[in-house]
């Protein structure tokens, strides 16, 4: 008896040190992330004091360095490393692309270079009348890379996305990286692309999911070497945490070759997820080969037999998509029915030209506010 109340009292104890244990975990990650956020705040205001300062002066590149080089040194000697020149620039990048006034600070700017207004006072506090609307949700280091984002639209499609998806700052790079926000939007009807910059990529109806081309540099596969869709499958297998993120939201894999007969056939499906967003299942199947009516016939039969025998009464209609390297939409529309549930999908193992994707998107936007001044 008394061995036994001593091995309940040694359990108590480390259910003790685990609560324990859990607790002070969770506190640490509470105080980094207020730390974190804090320090961005001030790099925020860090970059205001710089710019004010240059705003009241006659700025001149040469002259803006050395005031930062000595800034940097004074800085160093007072609160130690990470406050070098390269900091405070990107402390002033940061204000000029956040501030929500910045078209009126480049206005400013430009005025009192203009006058030659060689005074070097500064407020003794930043006036950030705007900084009850900014909300800095991300670490330093992502914004870091949102801030080297010309498109203000794609910073912001980055920005919500970052934060609903919880990205890692390696996501975000290889988010930018791919182009994601370009290849949405030239998948995407002209009137959705705004959005965009506004609420993210937004999962209500099956086109939503699909981008052009989806962007598999990841697994590593030389585009110039042949390769047969098992090696295809395989390589896609060992990165599937890479490519459920550039398939996007809500995806959920849940089998490879997945095998159902059929008036005595046994079939296989090459990939089979879940979209929790969308409520269907998203079938895939890989064709390294020119894209055939045949294949178009097959996928079709694979989601017939889902609607039919494996979906669930309130779960919406199958989803097929044919990855392939070319993709052939006169086909697809010619094969099937215009409400088939059934996409082509481009794929390429190296990442795309930015500069034409971002053209193409510029030119679609131009149009299409184009189109809307032409309505009023």
């Known amino acids: 008896?008394?061995?036994?109340?001593?091995?309940?009292?040694?359990?108590?104890?480390?259910?003790?040190?685990?609560?324990?244990?859990?607790?002070?975990?969770?506190?640490?990650?509470?105080?980094?992330?207020?730390?974190?956020?804090?320090m961005v705040y001030t790099y925020y205001g860090v970059g205001q004091y710089i710019v004010e300062f240059e705003q009241n002066g006659d700025y001149r590149a040469a002259y803006g360095k050395g005031v930062l080089n000595r800034l940097s040194t004074k800085l160093t000697g007072l609160f130690g490393k990470g406050w070098s020149v390269d900091t405070l620039e990107n402390c002033r990048k940061f204000f000029q692309v956040y501030s929500i006034s910045s078209d009126d600070q480049t206005k400013s700017e430009t005025l009192s270079r203009k006058s030659g207004n060689h005074s070097h006072e500064i407020s003794e506090t930043p006036s950030r009348k705007s900084d009850n609307r900014l909300s800095f949700t991300l670490s330093w280091s992502h914004y870091l890379i949102l801030m080297r984002i010309d498109?203000?639209?794609?910073?912001?499609?980055?920005?919500?996305?970052?934060?609903?998806?919880?990205?890692?700052?390696?996501?975000?790079?290889?988010?930018?990286?791919?182009?994601?926000?370009?290849?949405?939007?030239?998948?995407?009807?002209?009137?959705e692309v705004m959005r965009l910059a506004t609420e993210g990529q937004t999962i209500e109806k099956p086109s939503d999911?699909?981008?052009?081309?989806?962007?598999?540099e990841f697994l590593g596969l030389k585009p110039d070497v042949s390769y047969s869709e098992s090696k295809l499958e395989n390589a896609i297998i060992s990165k599937m945490q890479q490519f459920l993120l550039e398939l996007g939201k809500g995806f959920l894999f849940e089998a490879r070759q997945k095998r159902f007969t059929f008036d005595e056939q046994h079939f296989y499906v090459d990939l089979v997820?879940?979209?929790?967003?969308?409520?269907?299942?998203?079938?895939?199947?890989?064709?390294?080969?020119?894209?055939?009516?045949?294949?178009?016939?097959?996928?079709?039969?694979?989601v017939n037999y889902y609607d039919r025998f494996v979906k669930q009464d309130f779960e919406k209609p199958t989803i097929g998509i044919l990855l392939c390297e070319r993709k052939n939409d006169a086909l697809v529309e010619l094969t099937l029915p215009k409400d088939a549930n059934i996409y082509a999908s481009a794929y390429q193992l190296y990442l795309p030209d930015k500069a034409l994707l971002q053209a193409k998107v510029k030119e679609w936007i131009a149009e299409f506010k184009e189109g809307q001044v032409n309505k009023e």
């Open 1 to 38: 008896m008394k061995d036994e109340g001593k091995l309940q009292e040694v359990g108590n104890e480390d259910k003790l040190f685990e609560h324990i244990s859990s607790l002070i975990e969770e506190s640490r990650r509470h105080i980094a992330k207020a730390v974190n956020t804090a």
């Open 151 to 191: 498109n203000p639209d794609a910073r912001s499609f980055y920005e919500i996305e970052c934060a609903q998806q919880q990205w890692s700052v390696r996501q975000l790079s290889r988010q930018v990286g791919s182009s994601l926000y370009e290849r949405l939007a030239l998948s995407r009807d002209k009137n």
């Open 209 to 216: 999911i699909i981008k052009s081309p989806l962007t598999l």
């Open 273 to 302: 997820f879940y979209n929790r967003l969308l409520q269907c299942y998203v079938l895939i199947d890989l064709k390294t080969d020119k894209l055939s009516h045949q294949d178009l016939g097959q996928m079709q039969m694979y």
